[in-house]
């Protein structure tokens, strides 16, 4: 029989897991995440449909997405972000009910409450971490920020090129047009463009 927690307080990471509702664990407390947006869902469906179909095309992989939590190793923190992408040789970090350890790649969708805790604490949370690529995408202000874990475990700045293409460092070969983020194109138009489809 599975007992339900009621306190949202001084509880273990253990116990977070069996929350019912939708939330995040920060040093003991689980916080309420609020209702999103249809554009936010949107482009997390998206991109999570891009790197689903691209990693299936061969470059392997697992992506997930909110609400499955990504927990450090040893941490007091379970973040869900909106997209999570891990790599074939990190497979084993998939627990049931979490992540242990980092995602190769995160992705977070800014919403109006979420501005600050994307490009604040979860920026140097995943840092931290070694999250190794870290994507924070702004509907709002159509506004797409993308980090690289440098050689000294901090993050860079990855600027897209002059025709506005962001080619990944995790997924080889992995690339978008930062303007598909605010239009999204259909599937089948990208993966044409991608040379995977004629």
Same mark, same amino acid.
């Given at each position: 029989m599975t007992t339900i927690i009621?306190?949202?307080?001084?509880?273990? +990471? &253990? &116990? +977070? @897991?069996? @929350? &019912? $509702?939708?939330? /995040?664990?920060?040093? $003991? /407390?689980a916080i309420?995440?609020?209702?999103?947006?249809?554009?936010?869902?949107?482009?997390?469906? +998206?991109?999570?449909?891009?790197?689903?179909? +691209?990693?299936?095309?061969?470059?392997?992989?697992?992506?997930? $997405?909110?609400?499955?939590?990504?927990?450090?190793?040893?941490? /007091?923190i379970g973040r869900a972000p909106d997209v999570m992408f891990v790599s074939s040789e990190? @497979?084993?970090?998939i627990r049931p009910t979490h992540l242990e350890g980092p995602a190769d790649l995160a992705v977070e969708i800014v919403s109006p409450e979420s501005r600050i805790r994307d490009r604040g604490d979860k920026f140097y949370e995943y840092e931290k971490a070694g999250v190794r690529e870290y994507w924070i995408i702004d509907p709002d202000r159509k506004r797409a920020e993308f980090y690289r874990l440098g050689g000294d475990g901090a993050y860079e700045a990855a600027l897209p090129a002059e025709d506005g293409r962001y080619e990944s460092v995790v997924i080889g070969g992995f690339w978008v047009r930062v303007g598909w983020l605010w239009d999204r194109p259909p599937i089948l138009s990208v993966l044409r463009e991608w040379g995977i489809i004629a």
């Open positions: 009621d306190a949202t307080s001084g509880i273990t +990471f &253990e &116990e +977070f @897991l069996r @929350l &019912e $509702g939708h939330y /995040e664990y920060v040093n $003991g /407390e309420e995440m609020s209702p999103i947006s249809d554009e936010h869902s949107d482009i997390s469906c +998206f991109v999570g449909a891009l790197l689903r179909l +691209f990693a299936e095309q061969g470059a392997g992989g697992r992506v997930l $997405g909110d609400p499955y939590v990504m927990r450090p190793v040893a941490s /007091e990190h @497979l084993d970090r």
